[in-house]
Structures are given as structure tokens and as C-alpha cells.
């Protein structure tokens, strides 16, 4: 009698107007920060930090990427200079999408369903960690065999048929790493997902896990 009553009365402040979709949003995220702060250490550091993890694969794609481009176009000089920005922009780029895309909205109750999350991680481990630091490494090793003339480079008429051909071995040898990629984003976003639904049974006595769920 009791808890029909609470229920009852809990559903009336839900539908009131004083109680608009931006308060109810603002209520949802306090509850899941303080369920947040509930959790064991362990799963407060895999969704506080599980975003460095795939920008840290990241950065090795585009350290990988960037040693294969530079042996086609047979460049020796500036290995630090061309290291240094394939490893710091992939590892940023993934791990601030990834954080953004999957952990934020696991935190604040956005994102409450499996599959989207899982297919958010494979694509961001995918196509931010492994086909941008690719791509990224193109222009960056263009500009050193054009700089120290390490291999001869066509005309513009010439220039997309030939970064074609030079990028399809490189797109080859890197497959590997862009599955590996995807799968671990998978892997991680399935885990965070995981810890967000033991969340939700830290709620208190008199809250409503679906309601958190909306």
C-alpha cells in the first residue's frame, strides 16, 4: 500500500509543469554522479581513464603509419619531428571523441543503450584511432620527401593517383591494427556499459532505475 502510494506520488512530480525535461535532466545526472562516486575504485578509474586507453592505441597507429610511409618515400631526416605529432594527435583526438561519444553520455544517462554504445566504441577505435592517424600521416610525410627530395613526387595532375598508390600497402598492413581497433573499442565501451548498469543498481530506496533510464 505503501509503495503504491510512493509510486503514485513519485509520478505526479514527474508529470507536474514546475518540473521541466531540463530540471528532470539536471536531477538525473546529480543521482548518477553520486551512484557514480558509490562504485568500487576500480570501475570509477576504467570510466574515468578508459578513453587514454584507446587514444593511447591510437597514437601507435599513427606512429606505425607514419614508420611505413616513411620507408615508401625513403625519408631518413626529422624522425622525431614527424614521431612526435603521429603519436600526441591520434592519442588526443581518439581519446577526447571517445570520452565525449561513450563516457559522458553513460554518466549523465544519455546513453543507455547496449548496442549503440558498442557500435559508438568500434567506430571511434575504427575510424578515429586507426583510419585518421593514416591519413593524418600522408600530408606530414609528403611534406618531408618534398622538403628533403627523398623520393621523386609527380605533378599536381599526377598527385592523387599517385598518394593512391603509395597509401594502398600502407591501408594493407594497417587492416590488423584498424580491426584490432574497432574490436577493442567494442571491448571497452561494452565494459563502461557494464559499470553504468551496476550503477543503476546502486540506486537509493526511493528512486526508479528506468526513470534514470530515460
Known amino acids: 500500500m505503501n509503495t503504491s502510494l510512493k509510486m503514485e506520488r513519485r509520478e505526479l512530480e514527474l508529470n507536474s509543469p514546475q518540473e521541466s525535461p531540463s530540471l ?19 570501475d570509477q578509474k576504467l570510466l574515468e581513464h578508459g578513453s587514454y586507453f584507446i587514444g593511447i592505441n591510437g597514437g601507435f597507429c599513427g606512429l606505425i603509419a607514419n614508420s ?16 612526435l605529432p603521429m603519436a600526441v594527435l591520434p592519442f588526443l583526438t581518439t581519446a577526447a571523441v571517445y570520452h565525449a561519444a561513450v ?12 548496442t549503440c554504445a558498442m557500435v559508438r566504441g568500434g567506430l571511434i577505435g575504427s575510424v578515429i584511432g586507426g583510419l585518421y592517424p593514416i591519413f593524418l600521416a600522408i600530408p ?27 597509401s594502398k600497402p600502407v591501408f594493407k598492413k594497417m587492416s590488423y591494427a584498424i580491426l584490432l581497433q574497432a574490436a577493442f573499442g567494442i571491448y571497452l565501451s561494452s565494459r563502461e556499459y557494464g559499470i553504468f548498469m551496476k550503477m543503476l543498481q546502486l540506486t537509493e530506496p526511493n528512486s526508479n532505475p528506468e526513470e534514470l533510464k530515460d
Not at 70 to 82: G, K, M, P
Open 24 to 42: 528532470r535532466h539536471i536531477t538525473r545526472k546529480e543521482v548518477l554522479l553520486k551512484m557514480f562516486a558509490r562504485l568500487p575504485e576500480a
Open 68 to 83: 611505413f610511409f616513411r620507408r615508401i618515400l625513403n625519408v631518413t631526416e626529422a624522425r622525431f619531428a614527424s614521431s
Open 103 to 114: 563516457t559522458v553520455p553513460l554518466l549523465s544517462g544519455d546513453l543507455t543503450c547496449a
Open 140 to 166: 606530414i610525410n609528403a611534406g618531408l620527401a618534398a622538403r628533403y627530395s627523398s623520393a621523386p613526387l609527380p605533378g599536381k595532375e599526377n598527385m592523387l593517383h599517385f598518394w593512391i598508390k603509395v
